[in-house]
């Protein structure tokens, strides 16, 4: 595949643009804000593209919001097309304020625009201060802004590193509904080089896809409850290929090189239609893995296979 071997470090990022959305302002936490050279996308599709064609090592997206749940866009875009593997995540509190042209006044705004996700989030307040105005969807926050910059629309929902970029006015801070909201970004790469090393506070993604079968899910979740493995998500989407048949996302606590969590996988390879591997990597969060039970943990999973090994050899 074209672009720099997977084992080097990346130093080519893509990312949802354009500058100052908070996916720009995820990347300079991954990487530092002098880190590499960014590559701002117009859509998650497309900063996708640009690493499976290798025009970027890697891409900074959004995969989940604490209010508003997945992005589809994402997930999607990881679960189809060439595989592609999280090597990290950053978890950026989201905060929204409303940003004008310079001497535009509340009575002026006639239009509002942002990402849909960020109208969500605000729409109570928005209806509050500007009654009557039909919000308008756009690819991102800063694309907002940018349209507020070039005369398109009178008011954008937008993060303050977006406002101050395109030489706006914030009329308003803080107008989500819900304070404190959290986006989920991941960094993703293609596979092939080494994965993070474990820290023992690590999940791993994965999608599996399951046939129209009585219990199908209920076979999922038996792998990881009967090896002590928590999910932190699970996420049904339909597949595109045949209909009426799902693919389950699924993040778990712990690290691929676990035993446990290695045997999950290879059981599911068994039991479902097909199964992606998303990567394993630190958690981003701040939360710690729930302790693992005795008879999990990676020492009883040794024991047991010296165990079986001493049974075929006719040792015991």
């Known amino acids: 595949m074209p672009g720099m ?22 990347l300079s936490r991954a990487i530092g804000p002098a880190g590499g050279l960014r590559d701002p996308q117009p859509s998650v599709a497309a900063a996708l593209a640009a690493v499976r064609s290798g025009d970027a090592d890697a891409a900074l997206v959004p995969l989940e919001n604490s209010i508003e749940g997945s992005v589809p866009a994402t997930m999607d875009g990881l679960a189809d097309g ?4 999280i090597t990290r995540e950053v978890v950026l509190e989201v905060a929204f304020v409303l940003a004008v042209r310079p001497g535009t006044a509340l009575a002026d705004v006639r239009s509002v625009a942002s990402h849909p996700h960020a109208l969500a989030q605000t729409g109570r307040r928005l209806g509050e201060l500007l009654p009557g105005v039909v919000p308008l969807p756009t690819s991102s926050t800063a694309g907002a802004a940018a349209a507020v910059a070039a ?10 590193i977006a406002a101050t970029r395109y030489g706006l006015d914030t009329l308003a801070d803080d107008v989500a509904d819900h304070p404190g909201a959290v986006t989920r970004f991941v960094l993703v790469g293609r596979p ?15 999608v599996a896809v399951v046939g129209d079968r009585t219990g199908a899910l209920l076979e999922v979740l038996r792998e990881f409850s009967v090896r002590g493995i928590s999910l932190t998500r699970i996420e049904s989407r339909p597949t595109r290929e045949r209909h009426w048949f799902y693919s389950f996302a699924l993040d778990c606590e712990g690290h691929v090189a676990e035993p446990r969590v290695g045997e999950a996988l290879a059981a599911l390879h068994r039991v479902c239609d097909d199964v992606r591997f998303l990567g394993s990597y630190p958690r981003g969060d701040g939360r710690e893995n729930r ?19 001493r049974l075929r050899s006719g040792e015991a």
Do not use: H, I, M
């Not at 092939?192 to 994965?206: A, M, R, V, Y």
């Open 5 to 26: 071997p997977p084992s080097t470090p990346p130093t080519r990022f893509a990312y949802l643009g354009p500058e100052g959305t908070f996916a720009d302002a995820a």
């Open 82 to 85: 060439e595989p592609l593997v």
């Open 151 to 160: 005369g398109e629309v009178d008011a954008a929902v937008c993060a303050a």
């Open 192 to 206: 092939g080089g080494p994965l993070p090393e474990p820290t023992g506070n690590d999940k791993t993604s994965l």
């Open 291 to 309: 302790p693992v039970p005795g008879e999990a943990s990676d020492t009883a999973f040794a024991e047991a296979q010296d165990w079986l090994a």
